[in-house]
């Protein structure tokens, strides 16, 4: 069998360490897995996923100039599937770039022009859009920052 990077293998935890975990490779090879490769949640304490002489699948992820093998144990599992979550059921739409979004009721100091739309926009129209919105915002975020010290901004 061939040890080379992304190829997936049987191993034998020899040893654990606080950051990580040595594994017993074919050929009388070993590598070890980072704390972080054991699992895809977060990994306290490595003890609570392996235990000495244990059979793991890993995936040799890195092999250095040096010859050491860096494995992952998460990235040998298959990958689930990442569910998408339903705004629509929490009342939630789903986001617009900030210069497709209208406002109803926009704070004061904000410009109402009526959107236009993406797809006809070139890019120095986004870009003005934008600049307009972030020159705005700023000022608003100005504006309160100085009634909550109590004193006016100095030029």
């Known amino acids: ?57 890993v995936k040799i992820i890195n092999i250095d100039q040096q010859g050491r093998i860096n494995l992952s144990i998460k990235k040998a599992q298959p990958q689930e599937p990442r569910q998408q979550h339903e705004r629509s059921d929490r009342g939630f739409a789903p986001r617009q770039p900030r210069f497709q979004q209208r406002r109803e009721g926009a704070p004061r100091g904000r410009a109402q022009q009526a959107p236009k739309d993406p ?24 504006h309160a920052t100085d009634r909550k010290n109590g004193s006016r901004r100095r030029r």
Request: hydrophobic letters at 40%.
């Open 1 to 57: 069998m061939d040890l080379t990077v992304g190829a997936i293998v049987e191993g034998k935890v020899t040893g654990i360490t606080k950051f990580g975990a040595f594994v017993a490779l074919p050929e009388n090879k070993s590598g070890m897995v980072h704390i972080s490769e054991v699992a895809s949640s977060f990994v306290n304490d490595i003890k609570d996923f392996l235990q000495e002489g244990q059979q793991v699948k």
């Open 119 to 142: 797809s006809t926009m070139t890019f120095e129209d986004k870009l003005k859009a934008f600049m307009t919105d972030s020159e705005s915002r700023q000022a608003d975020v100005r």
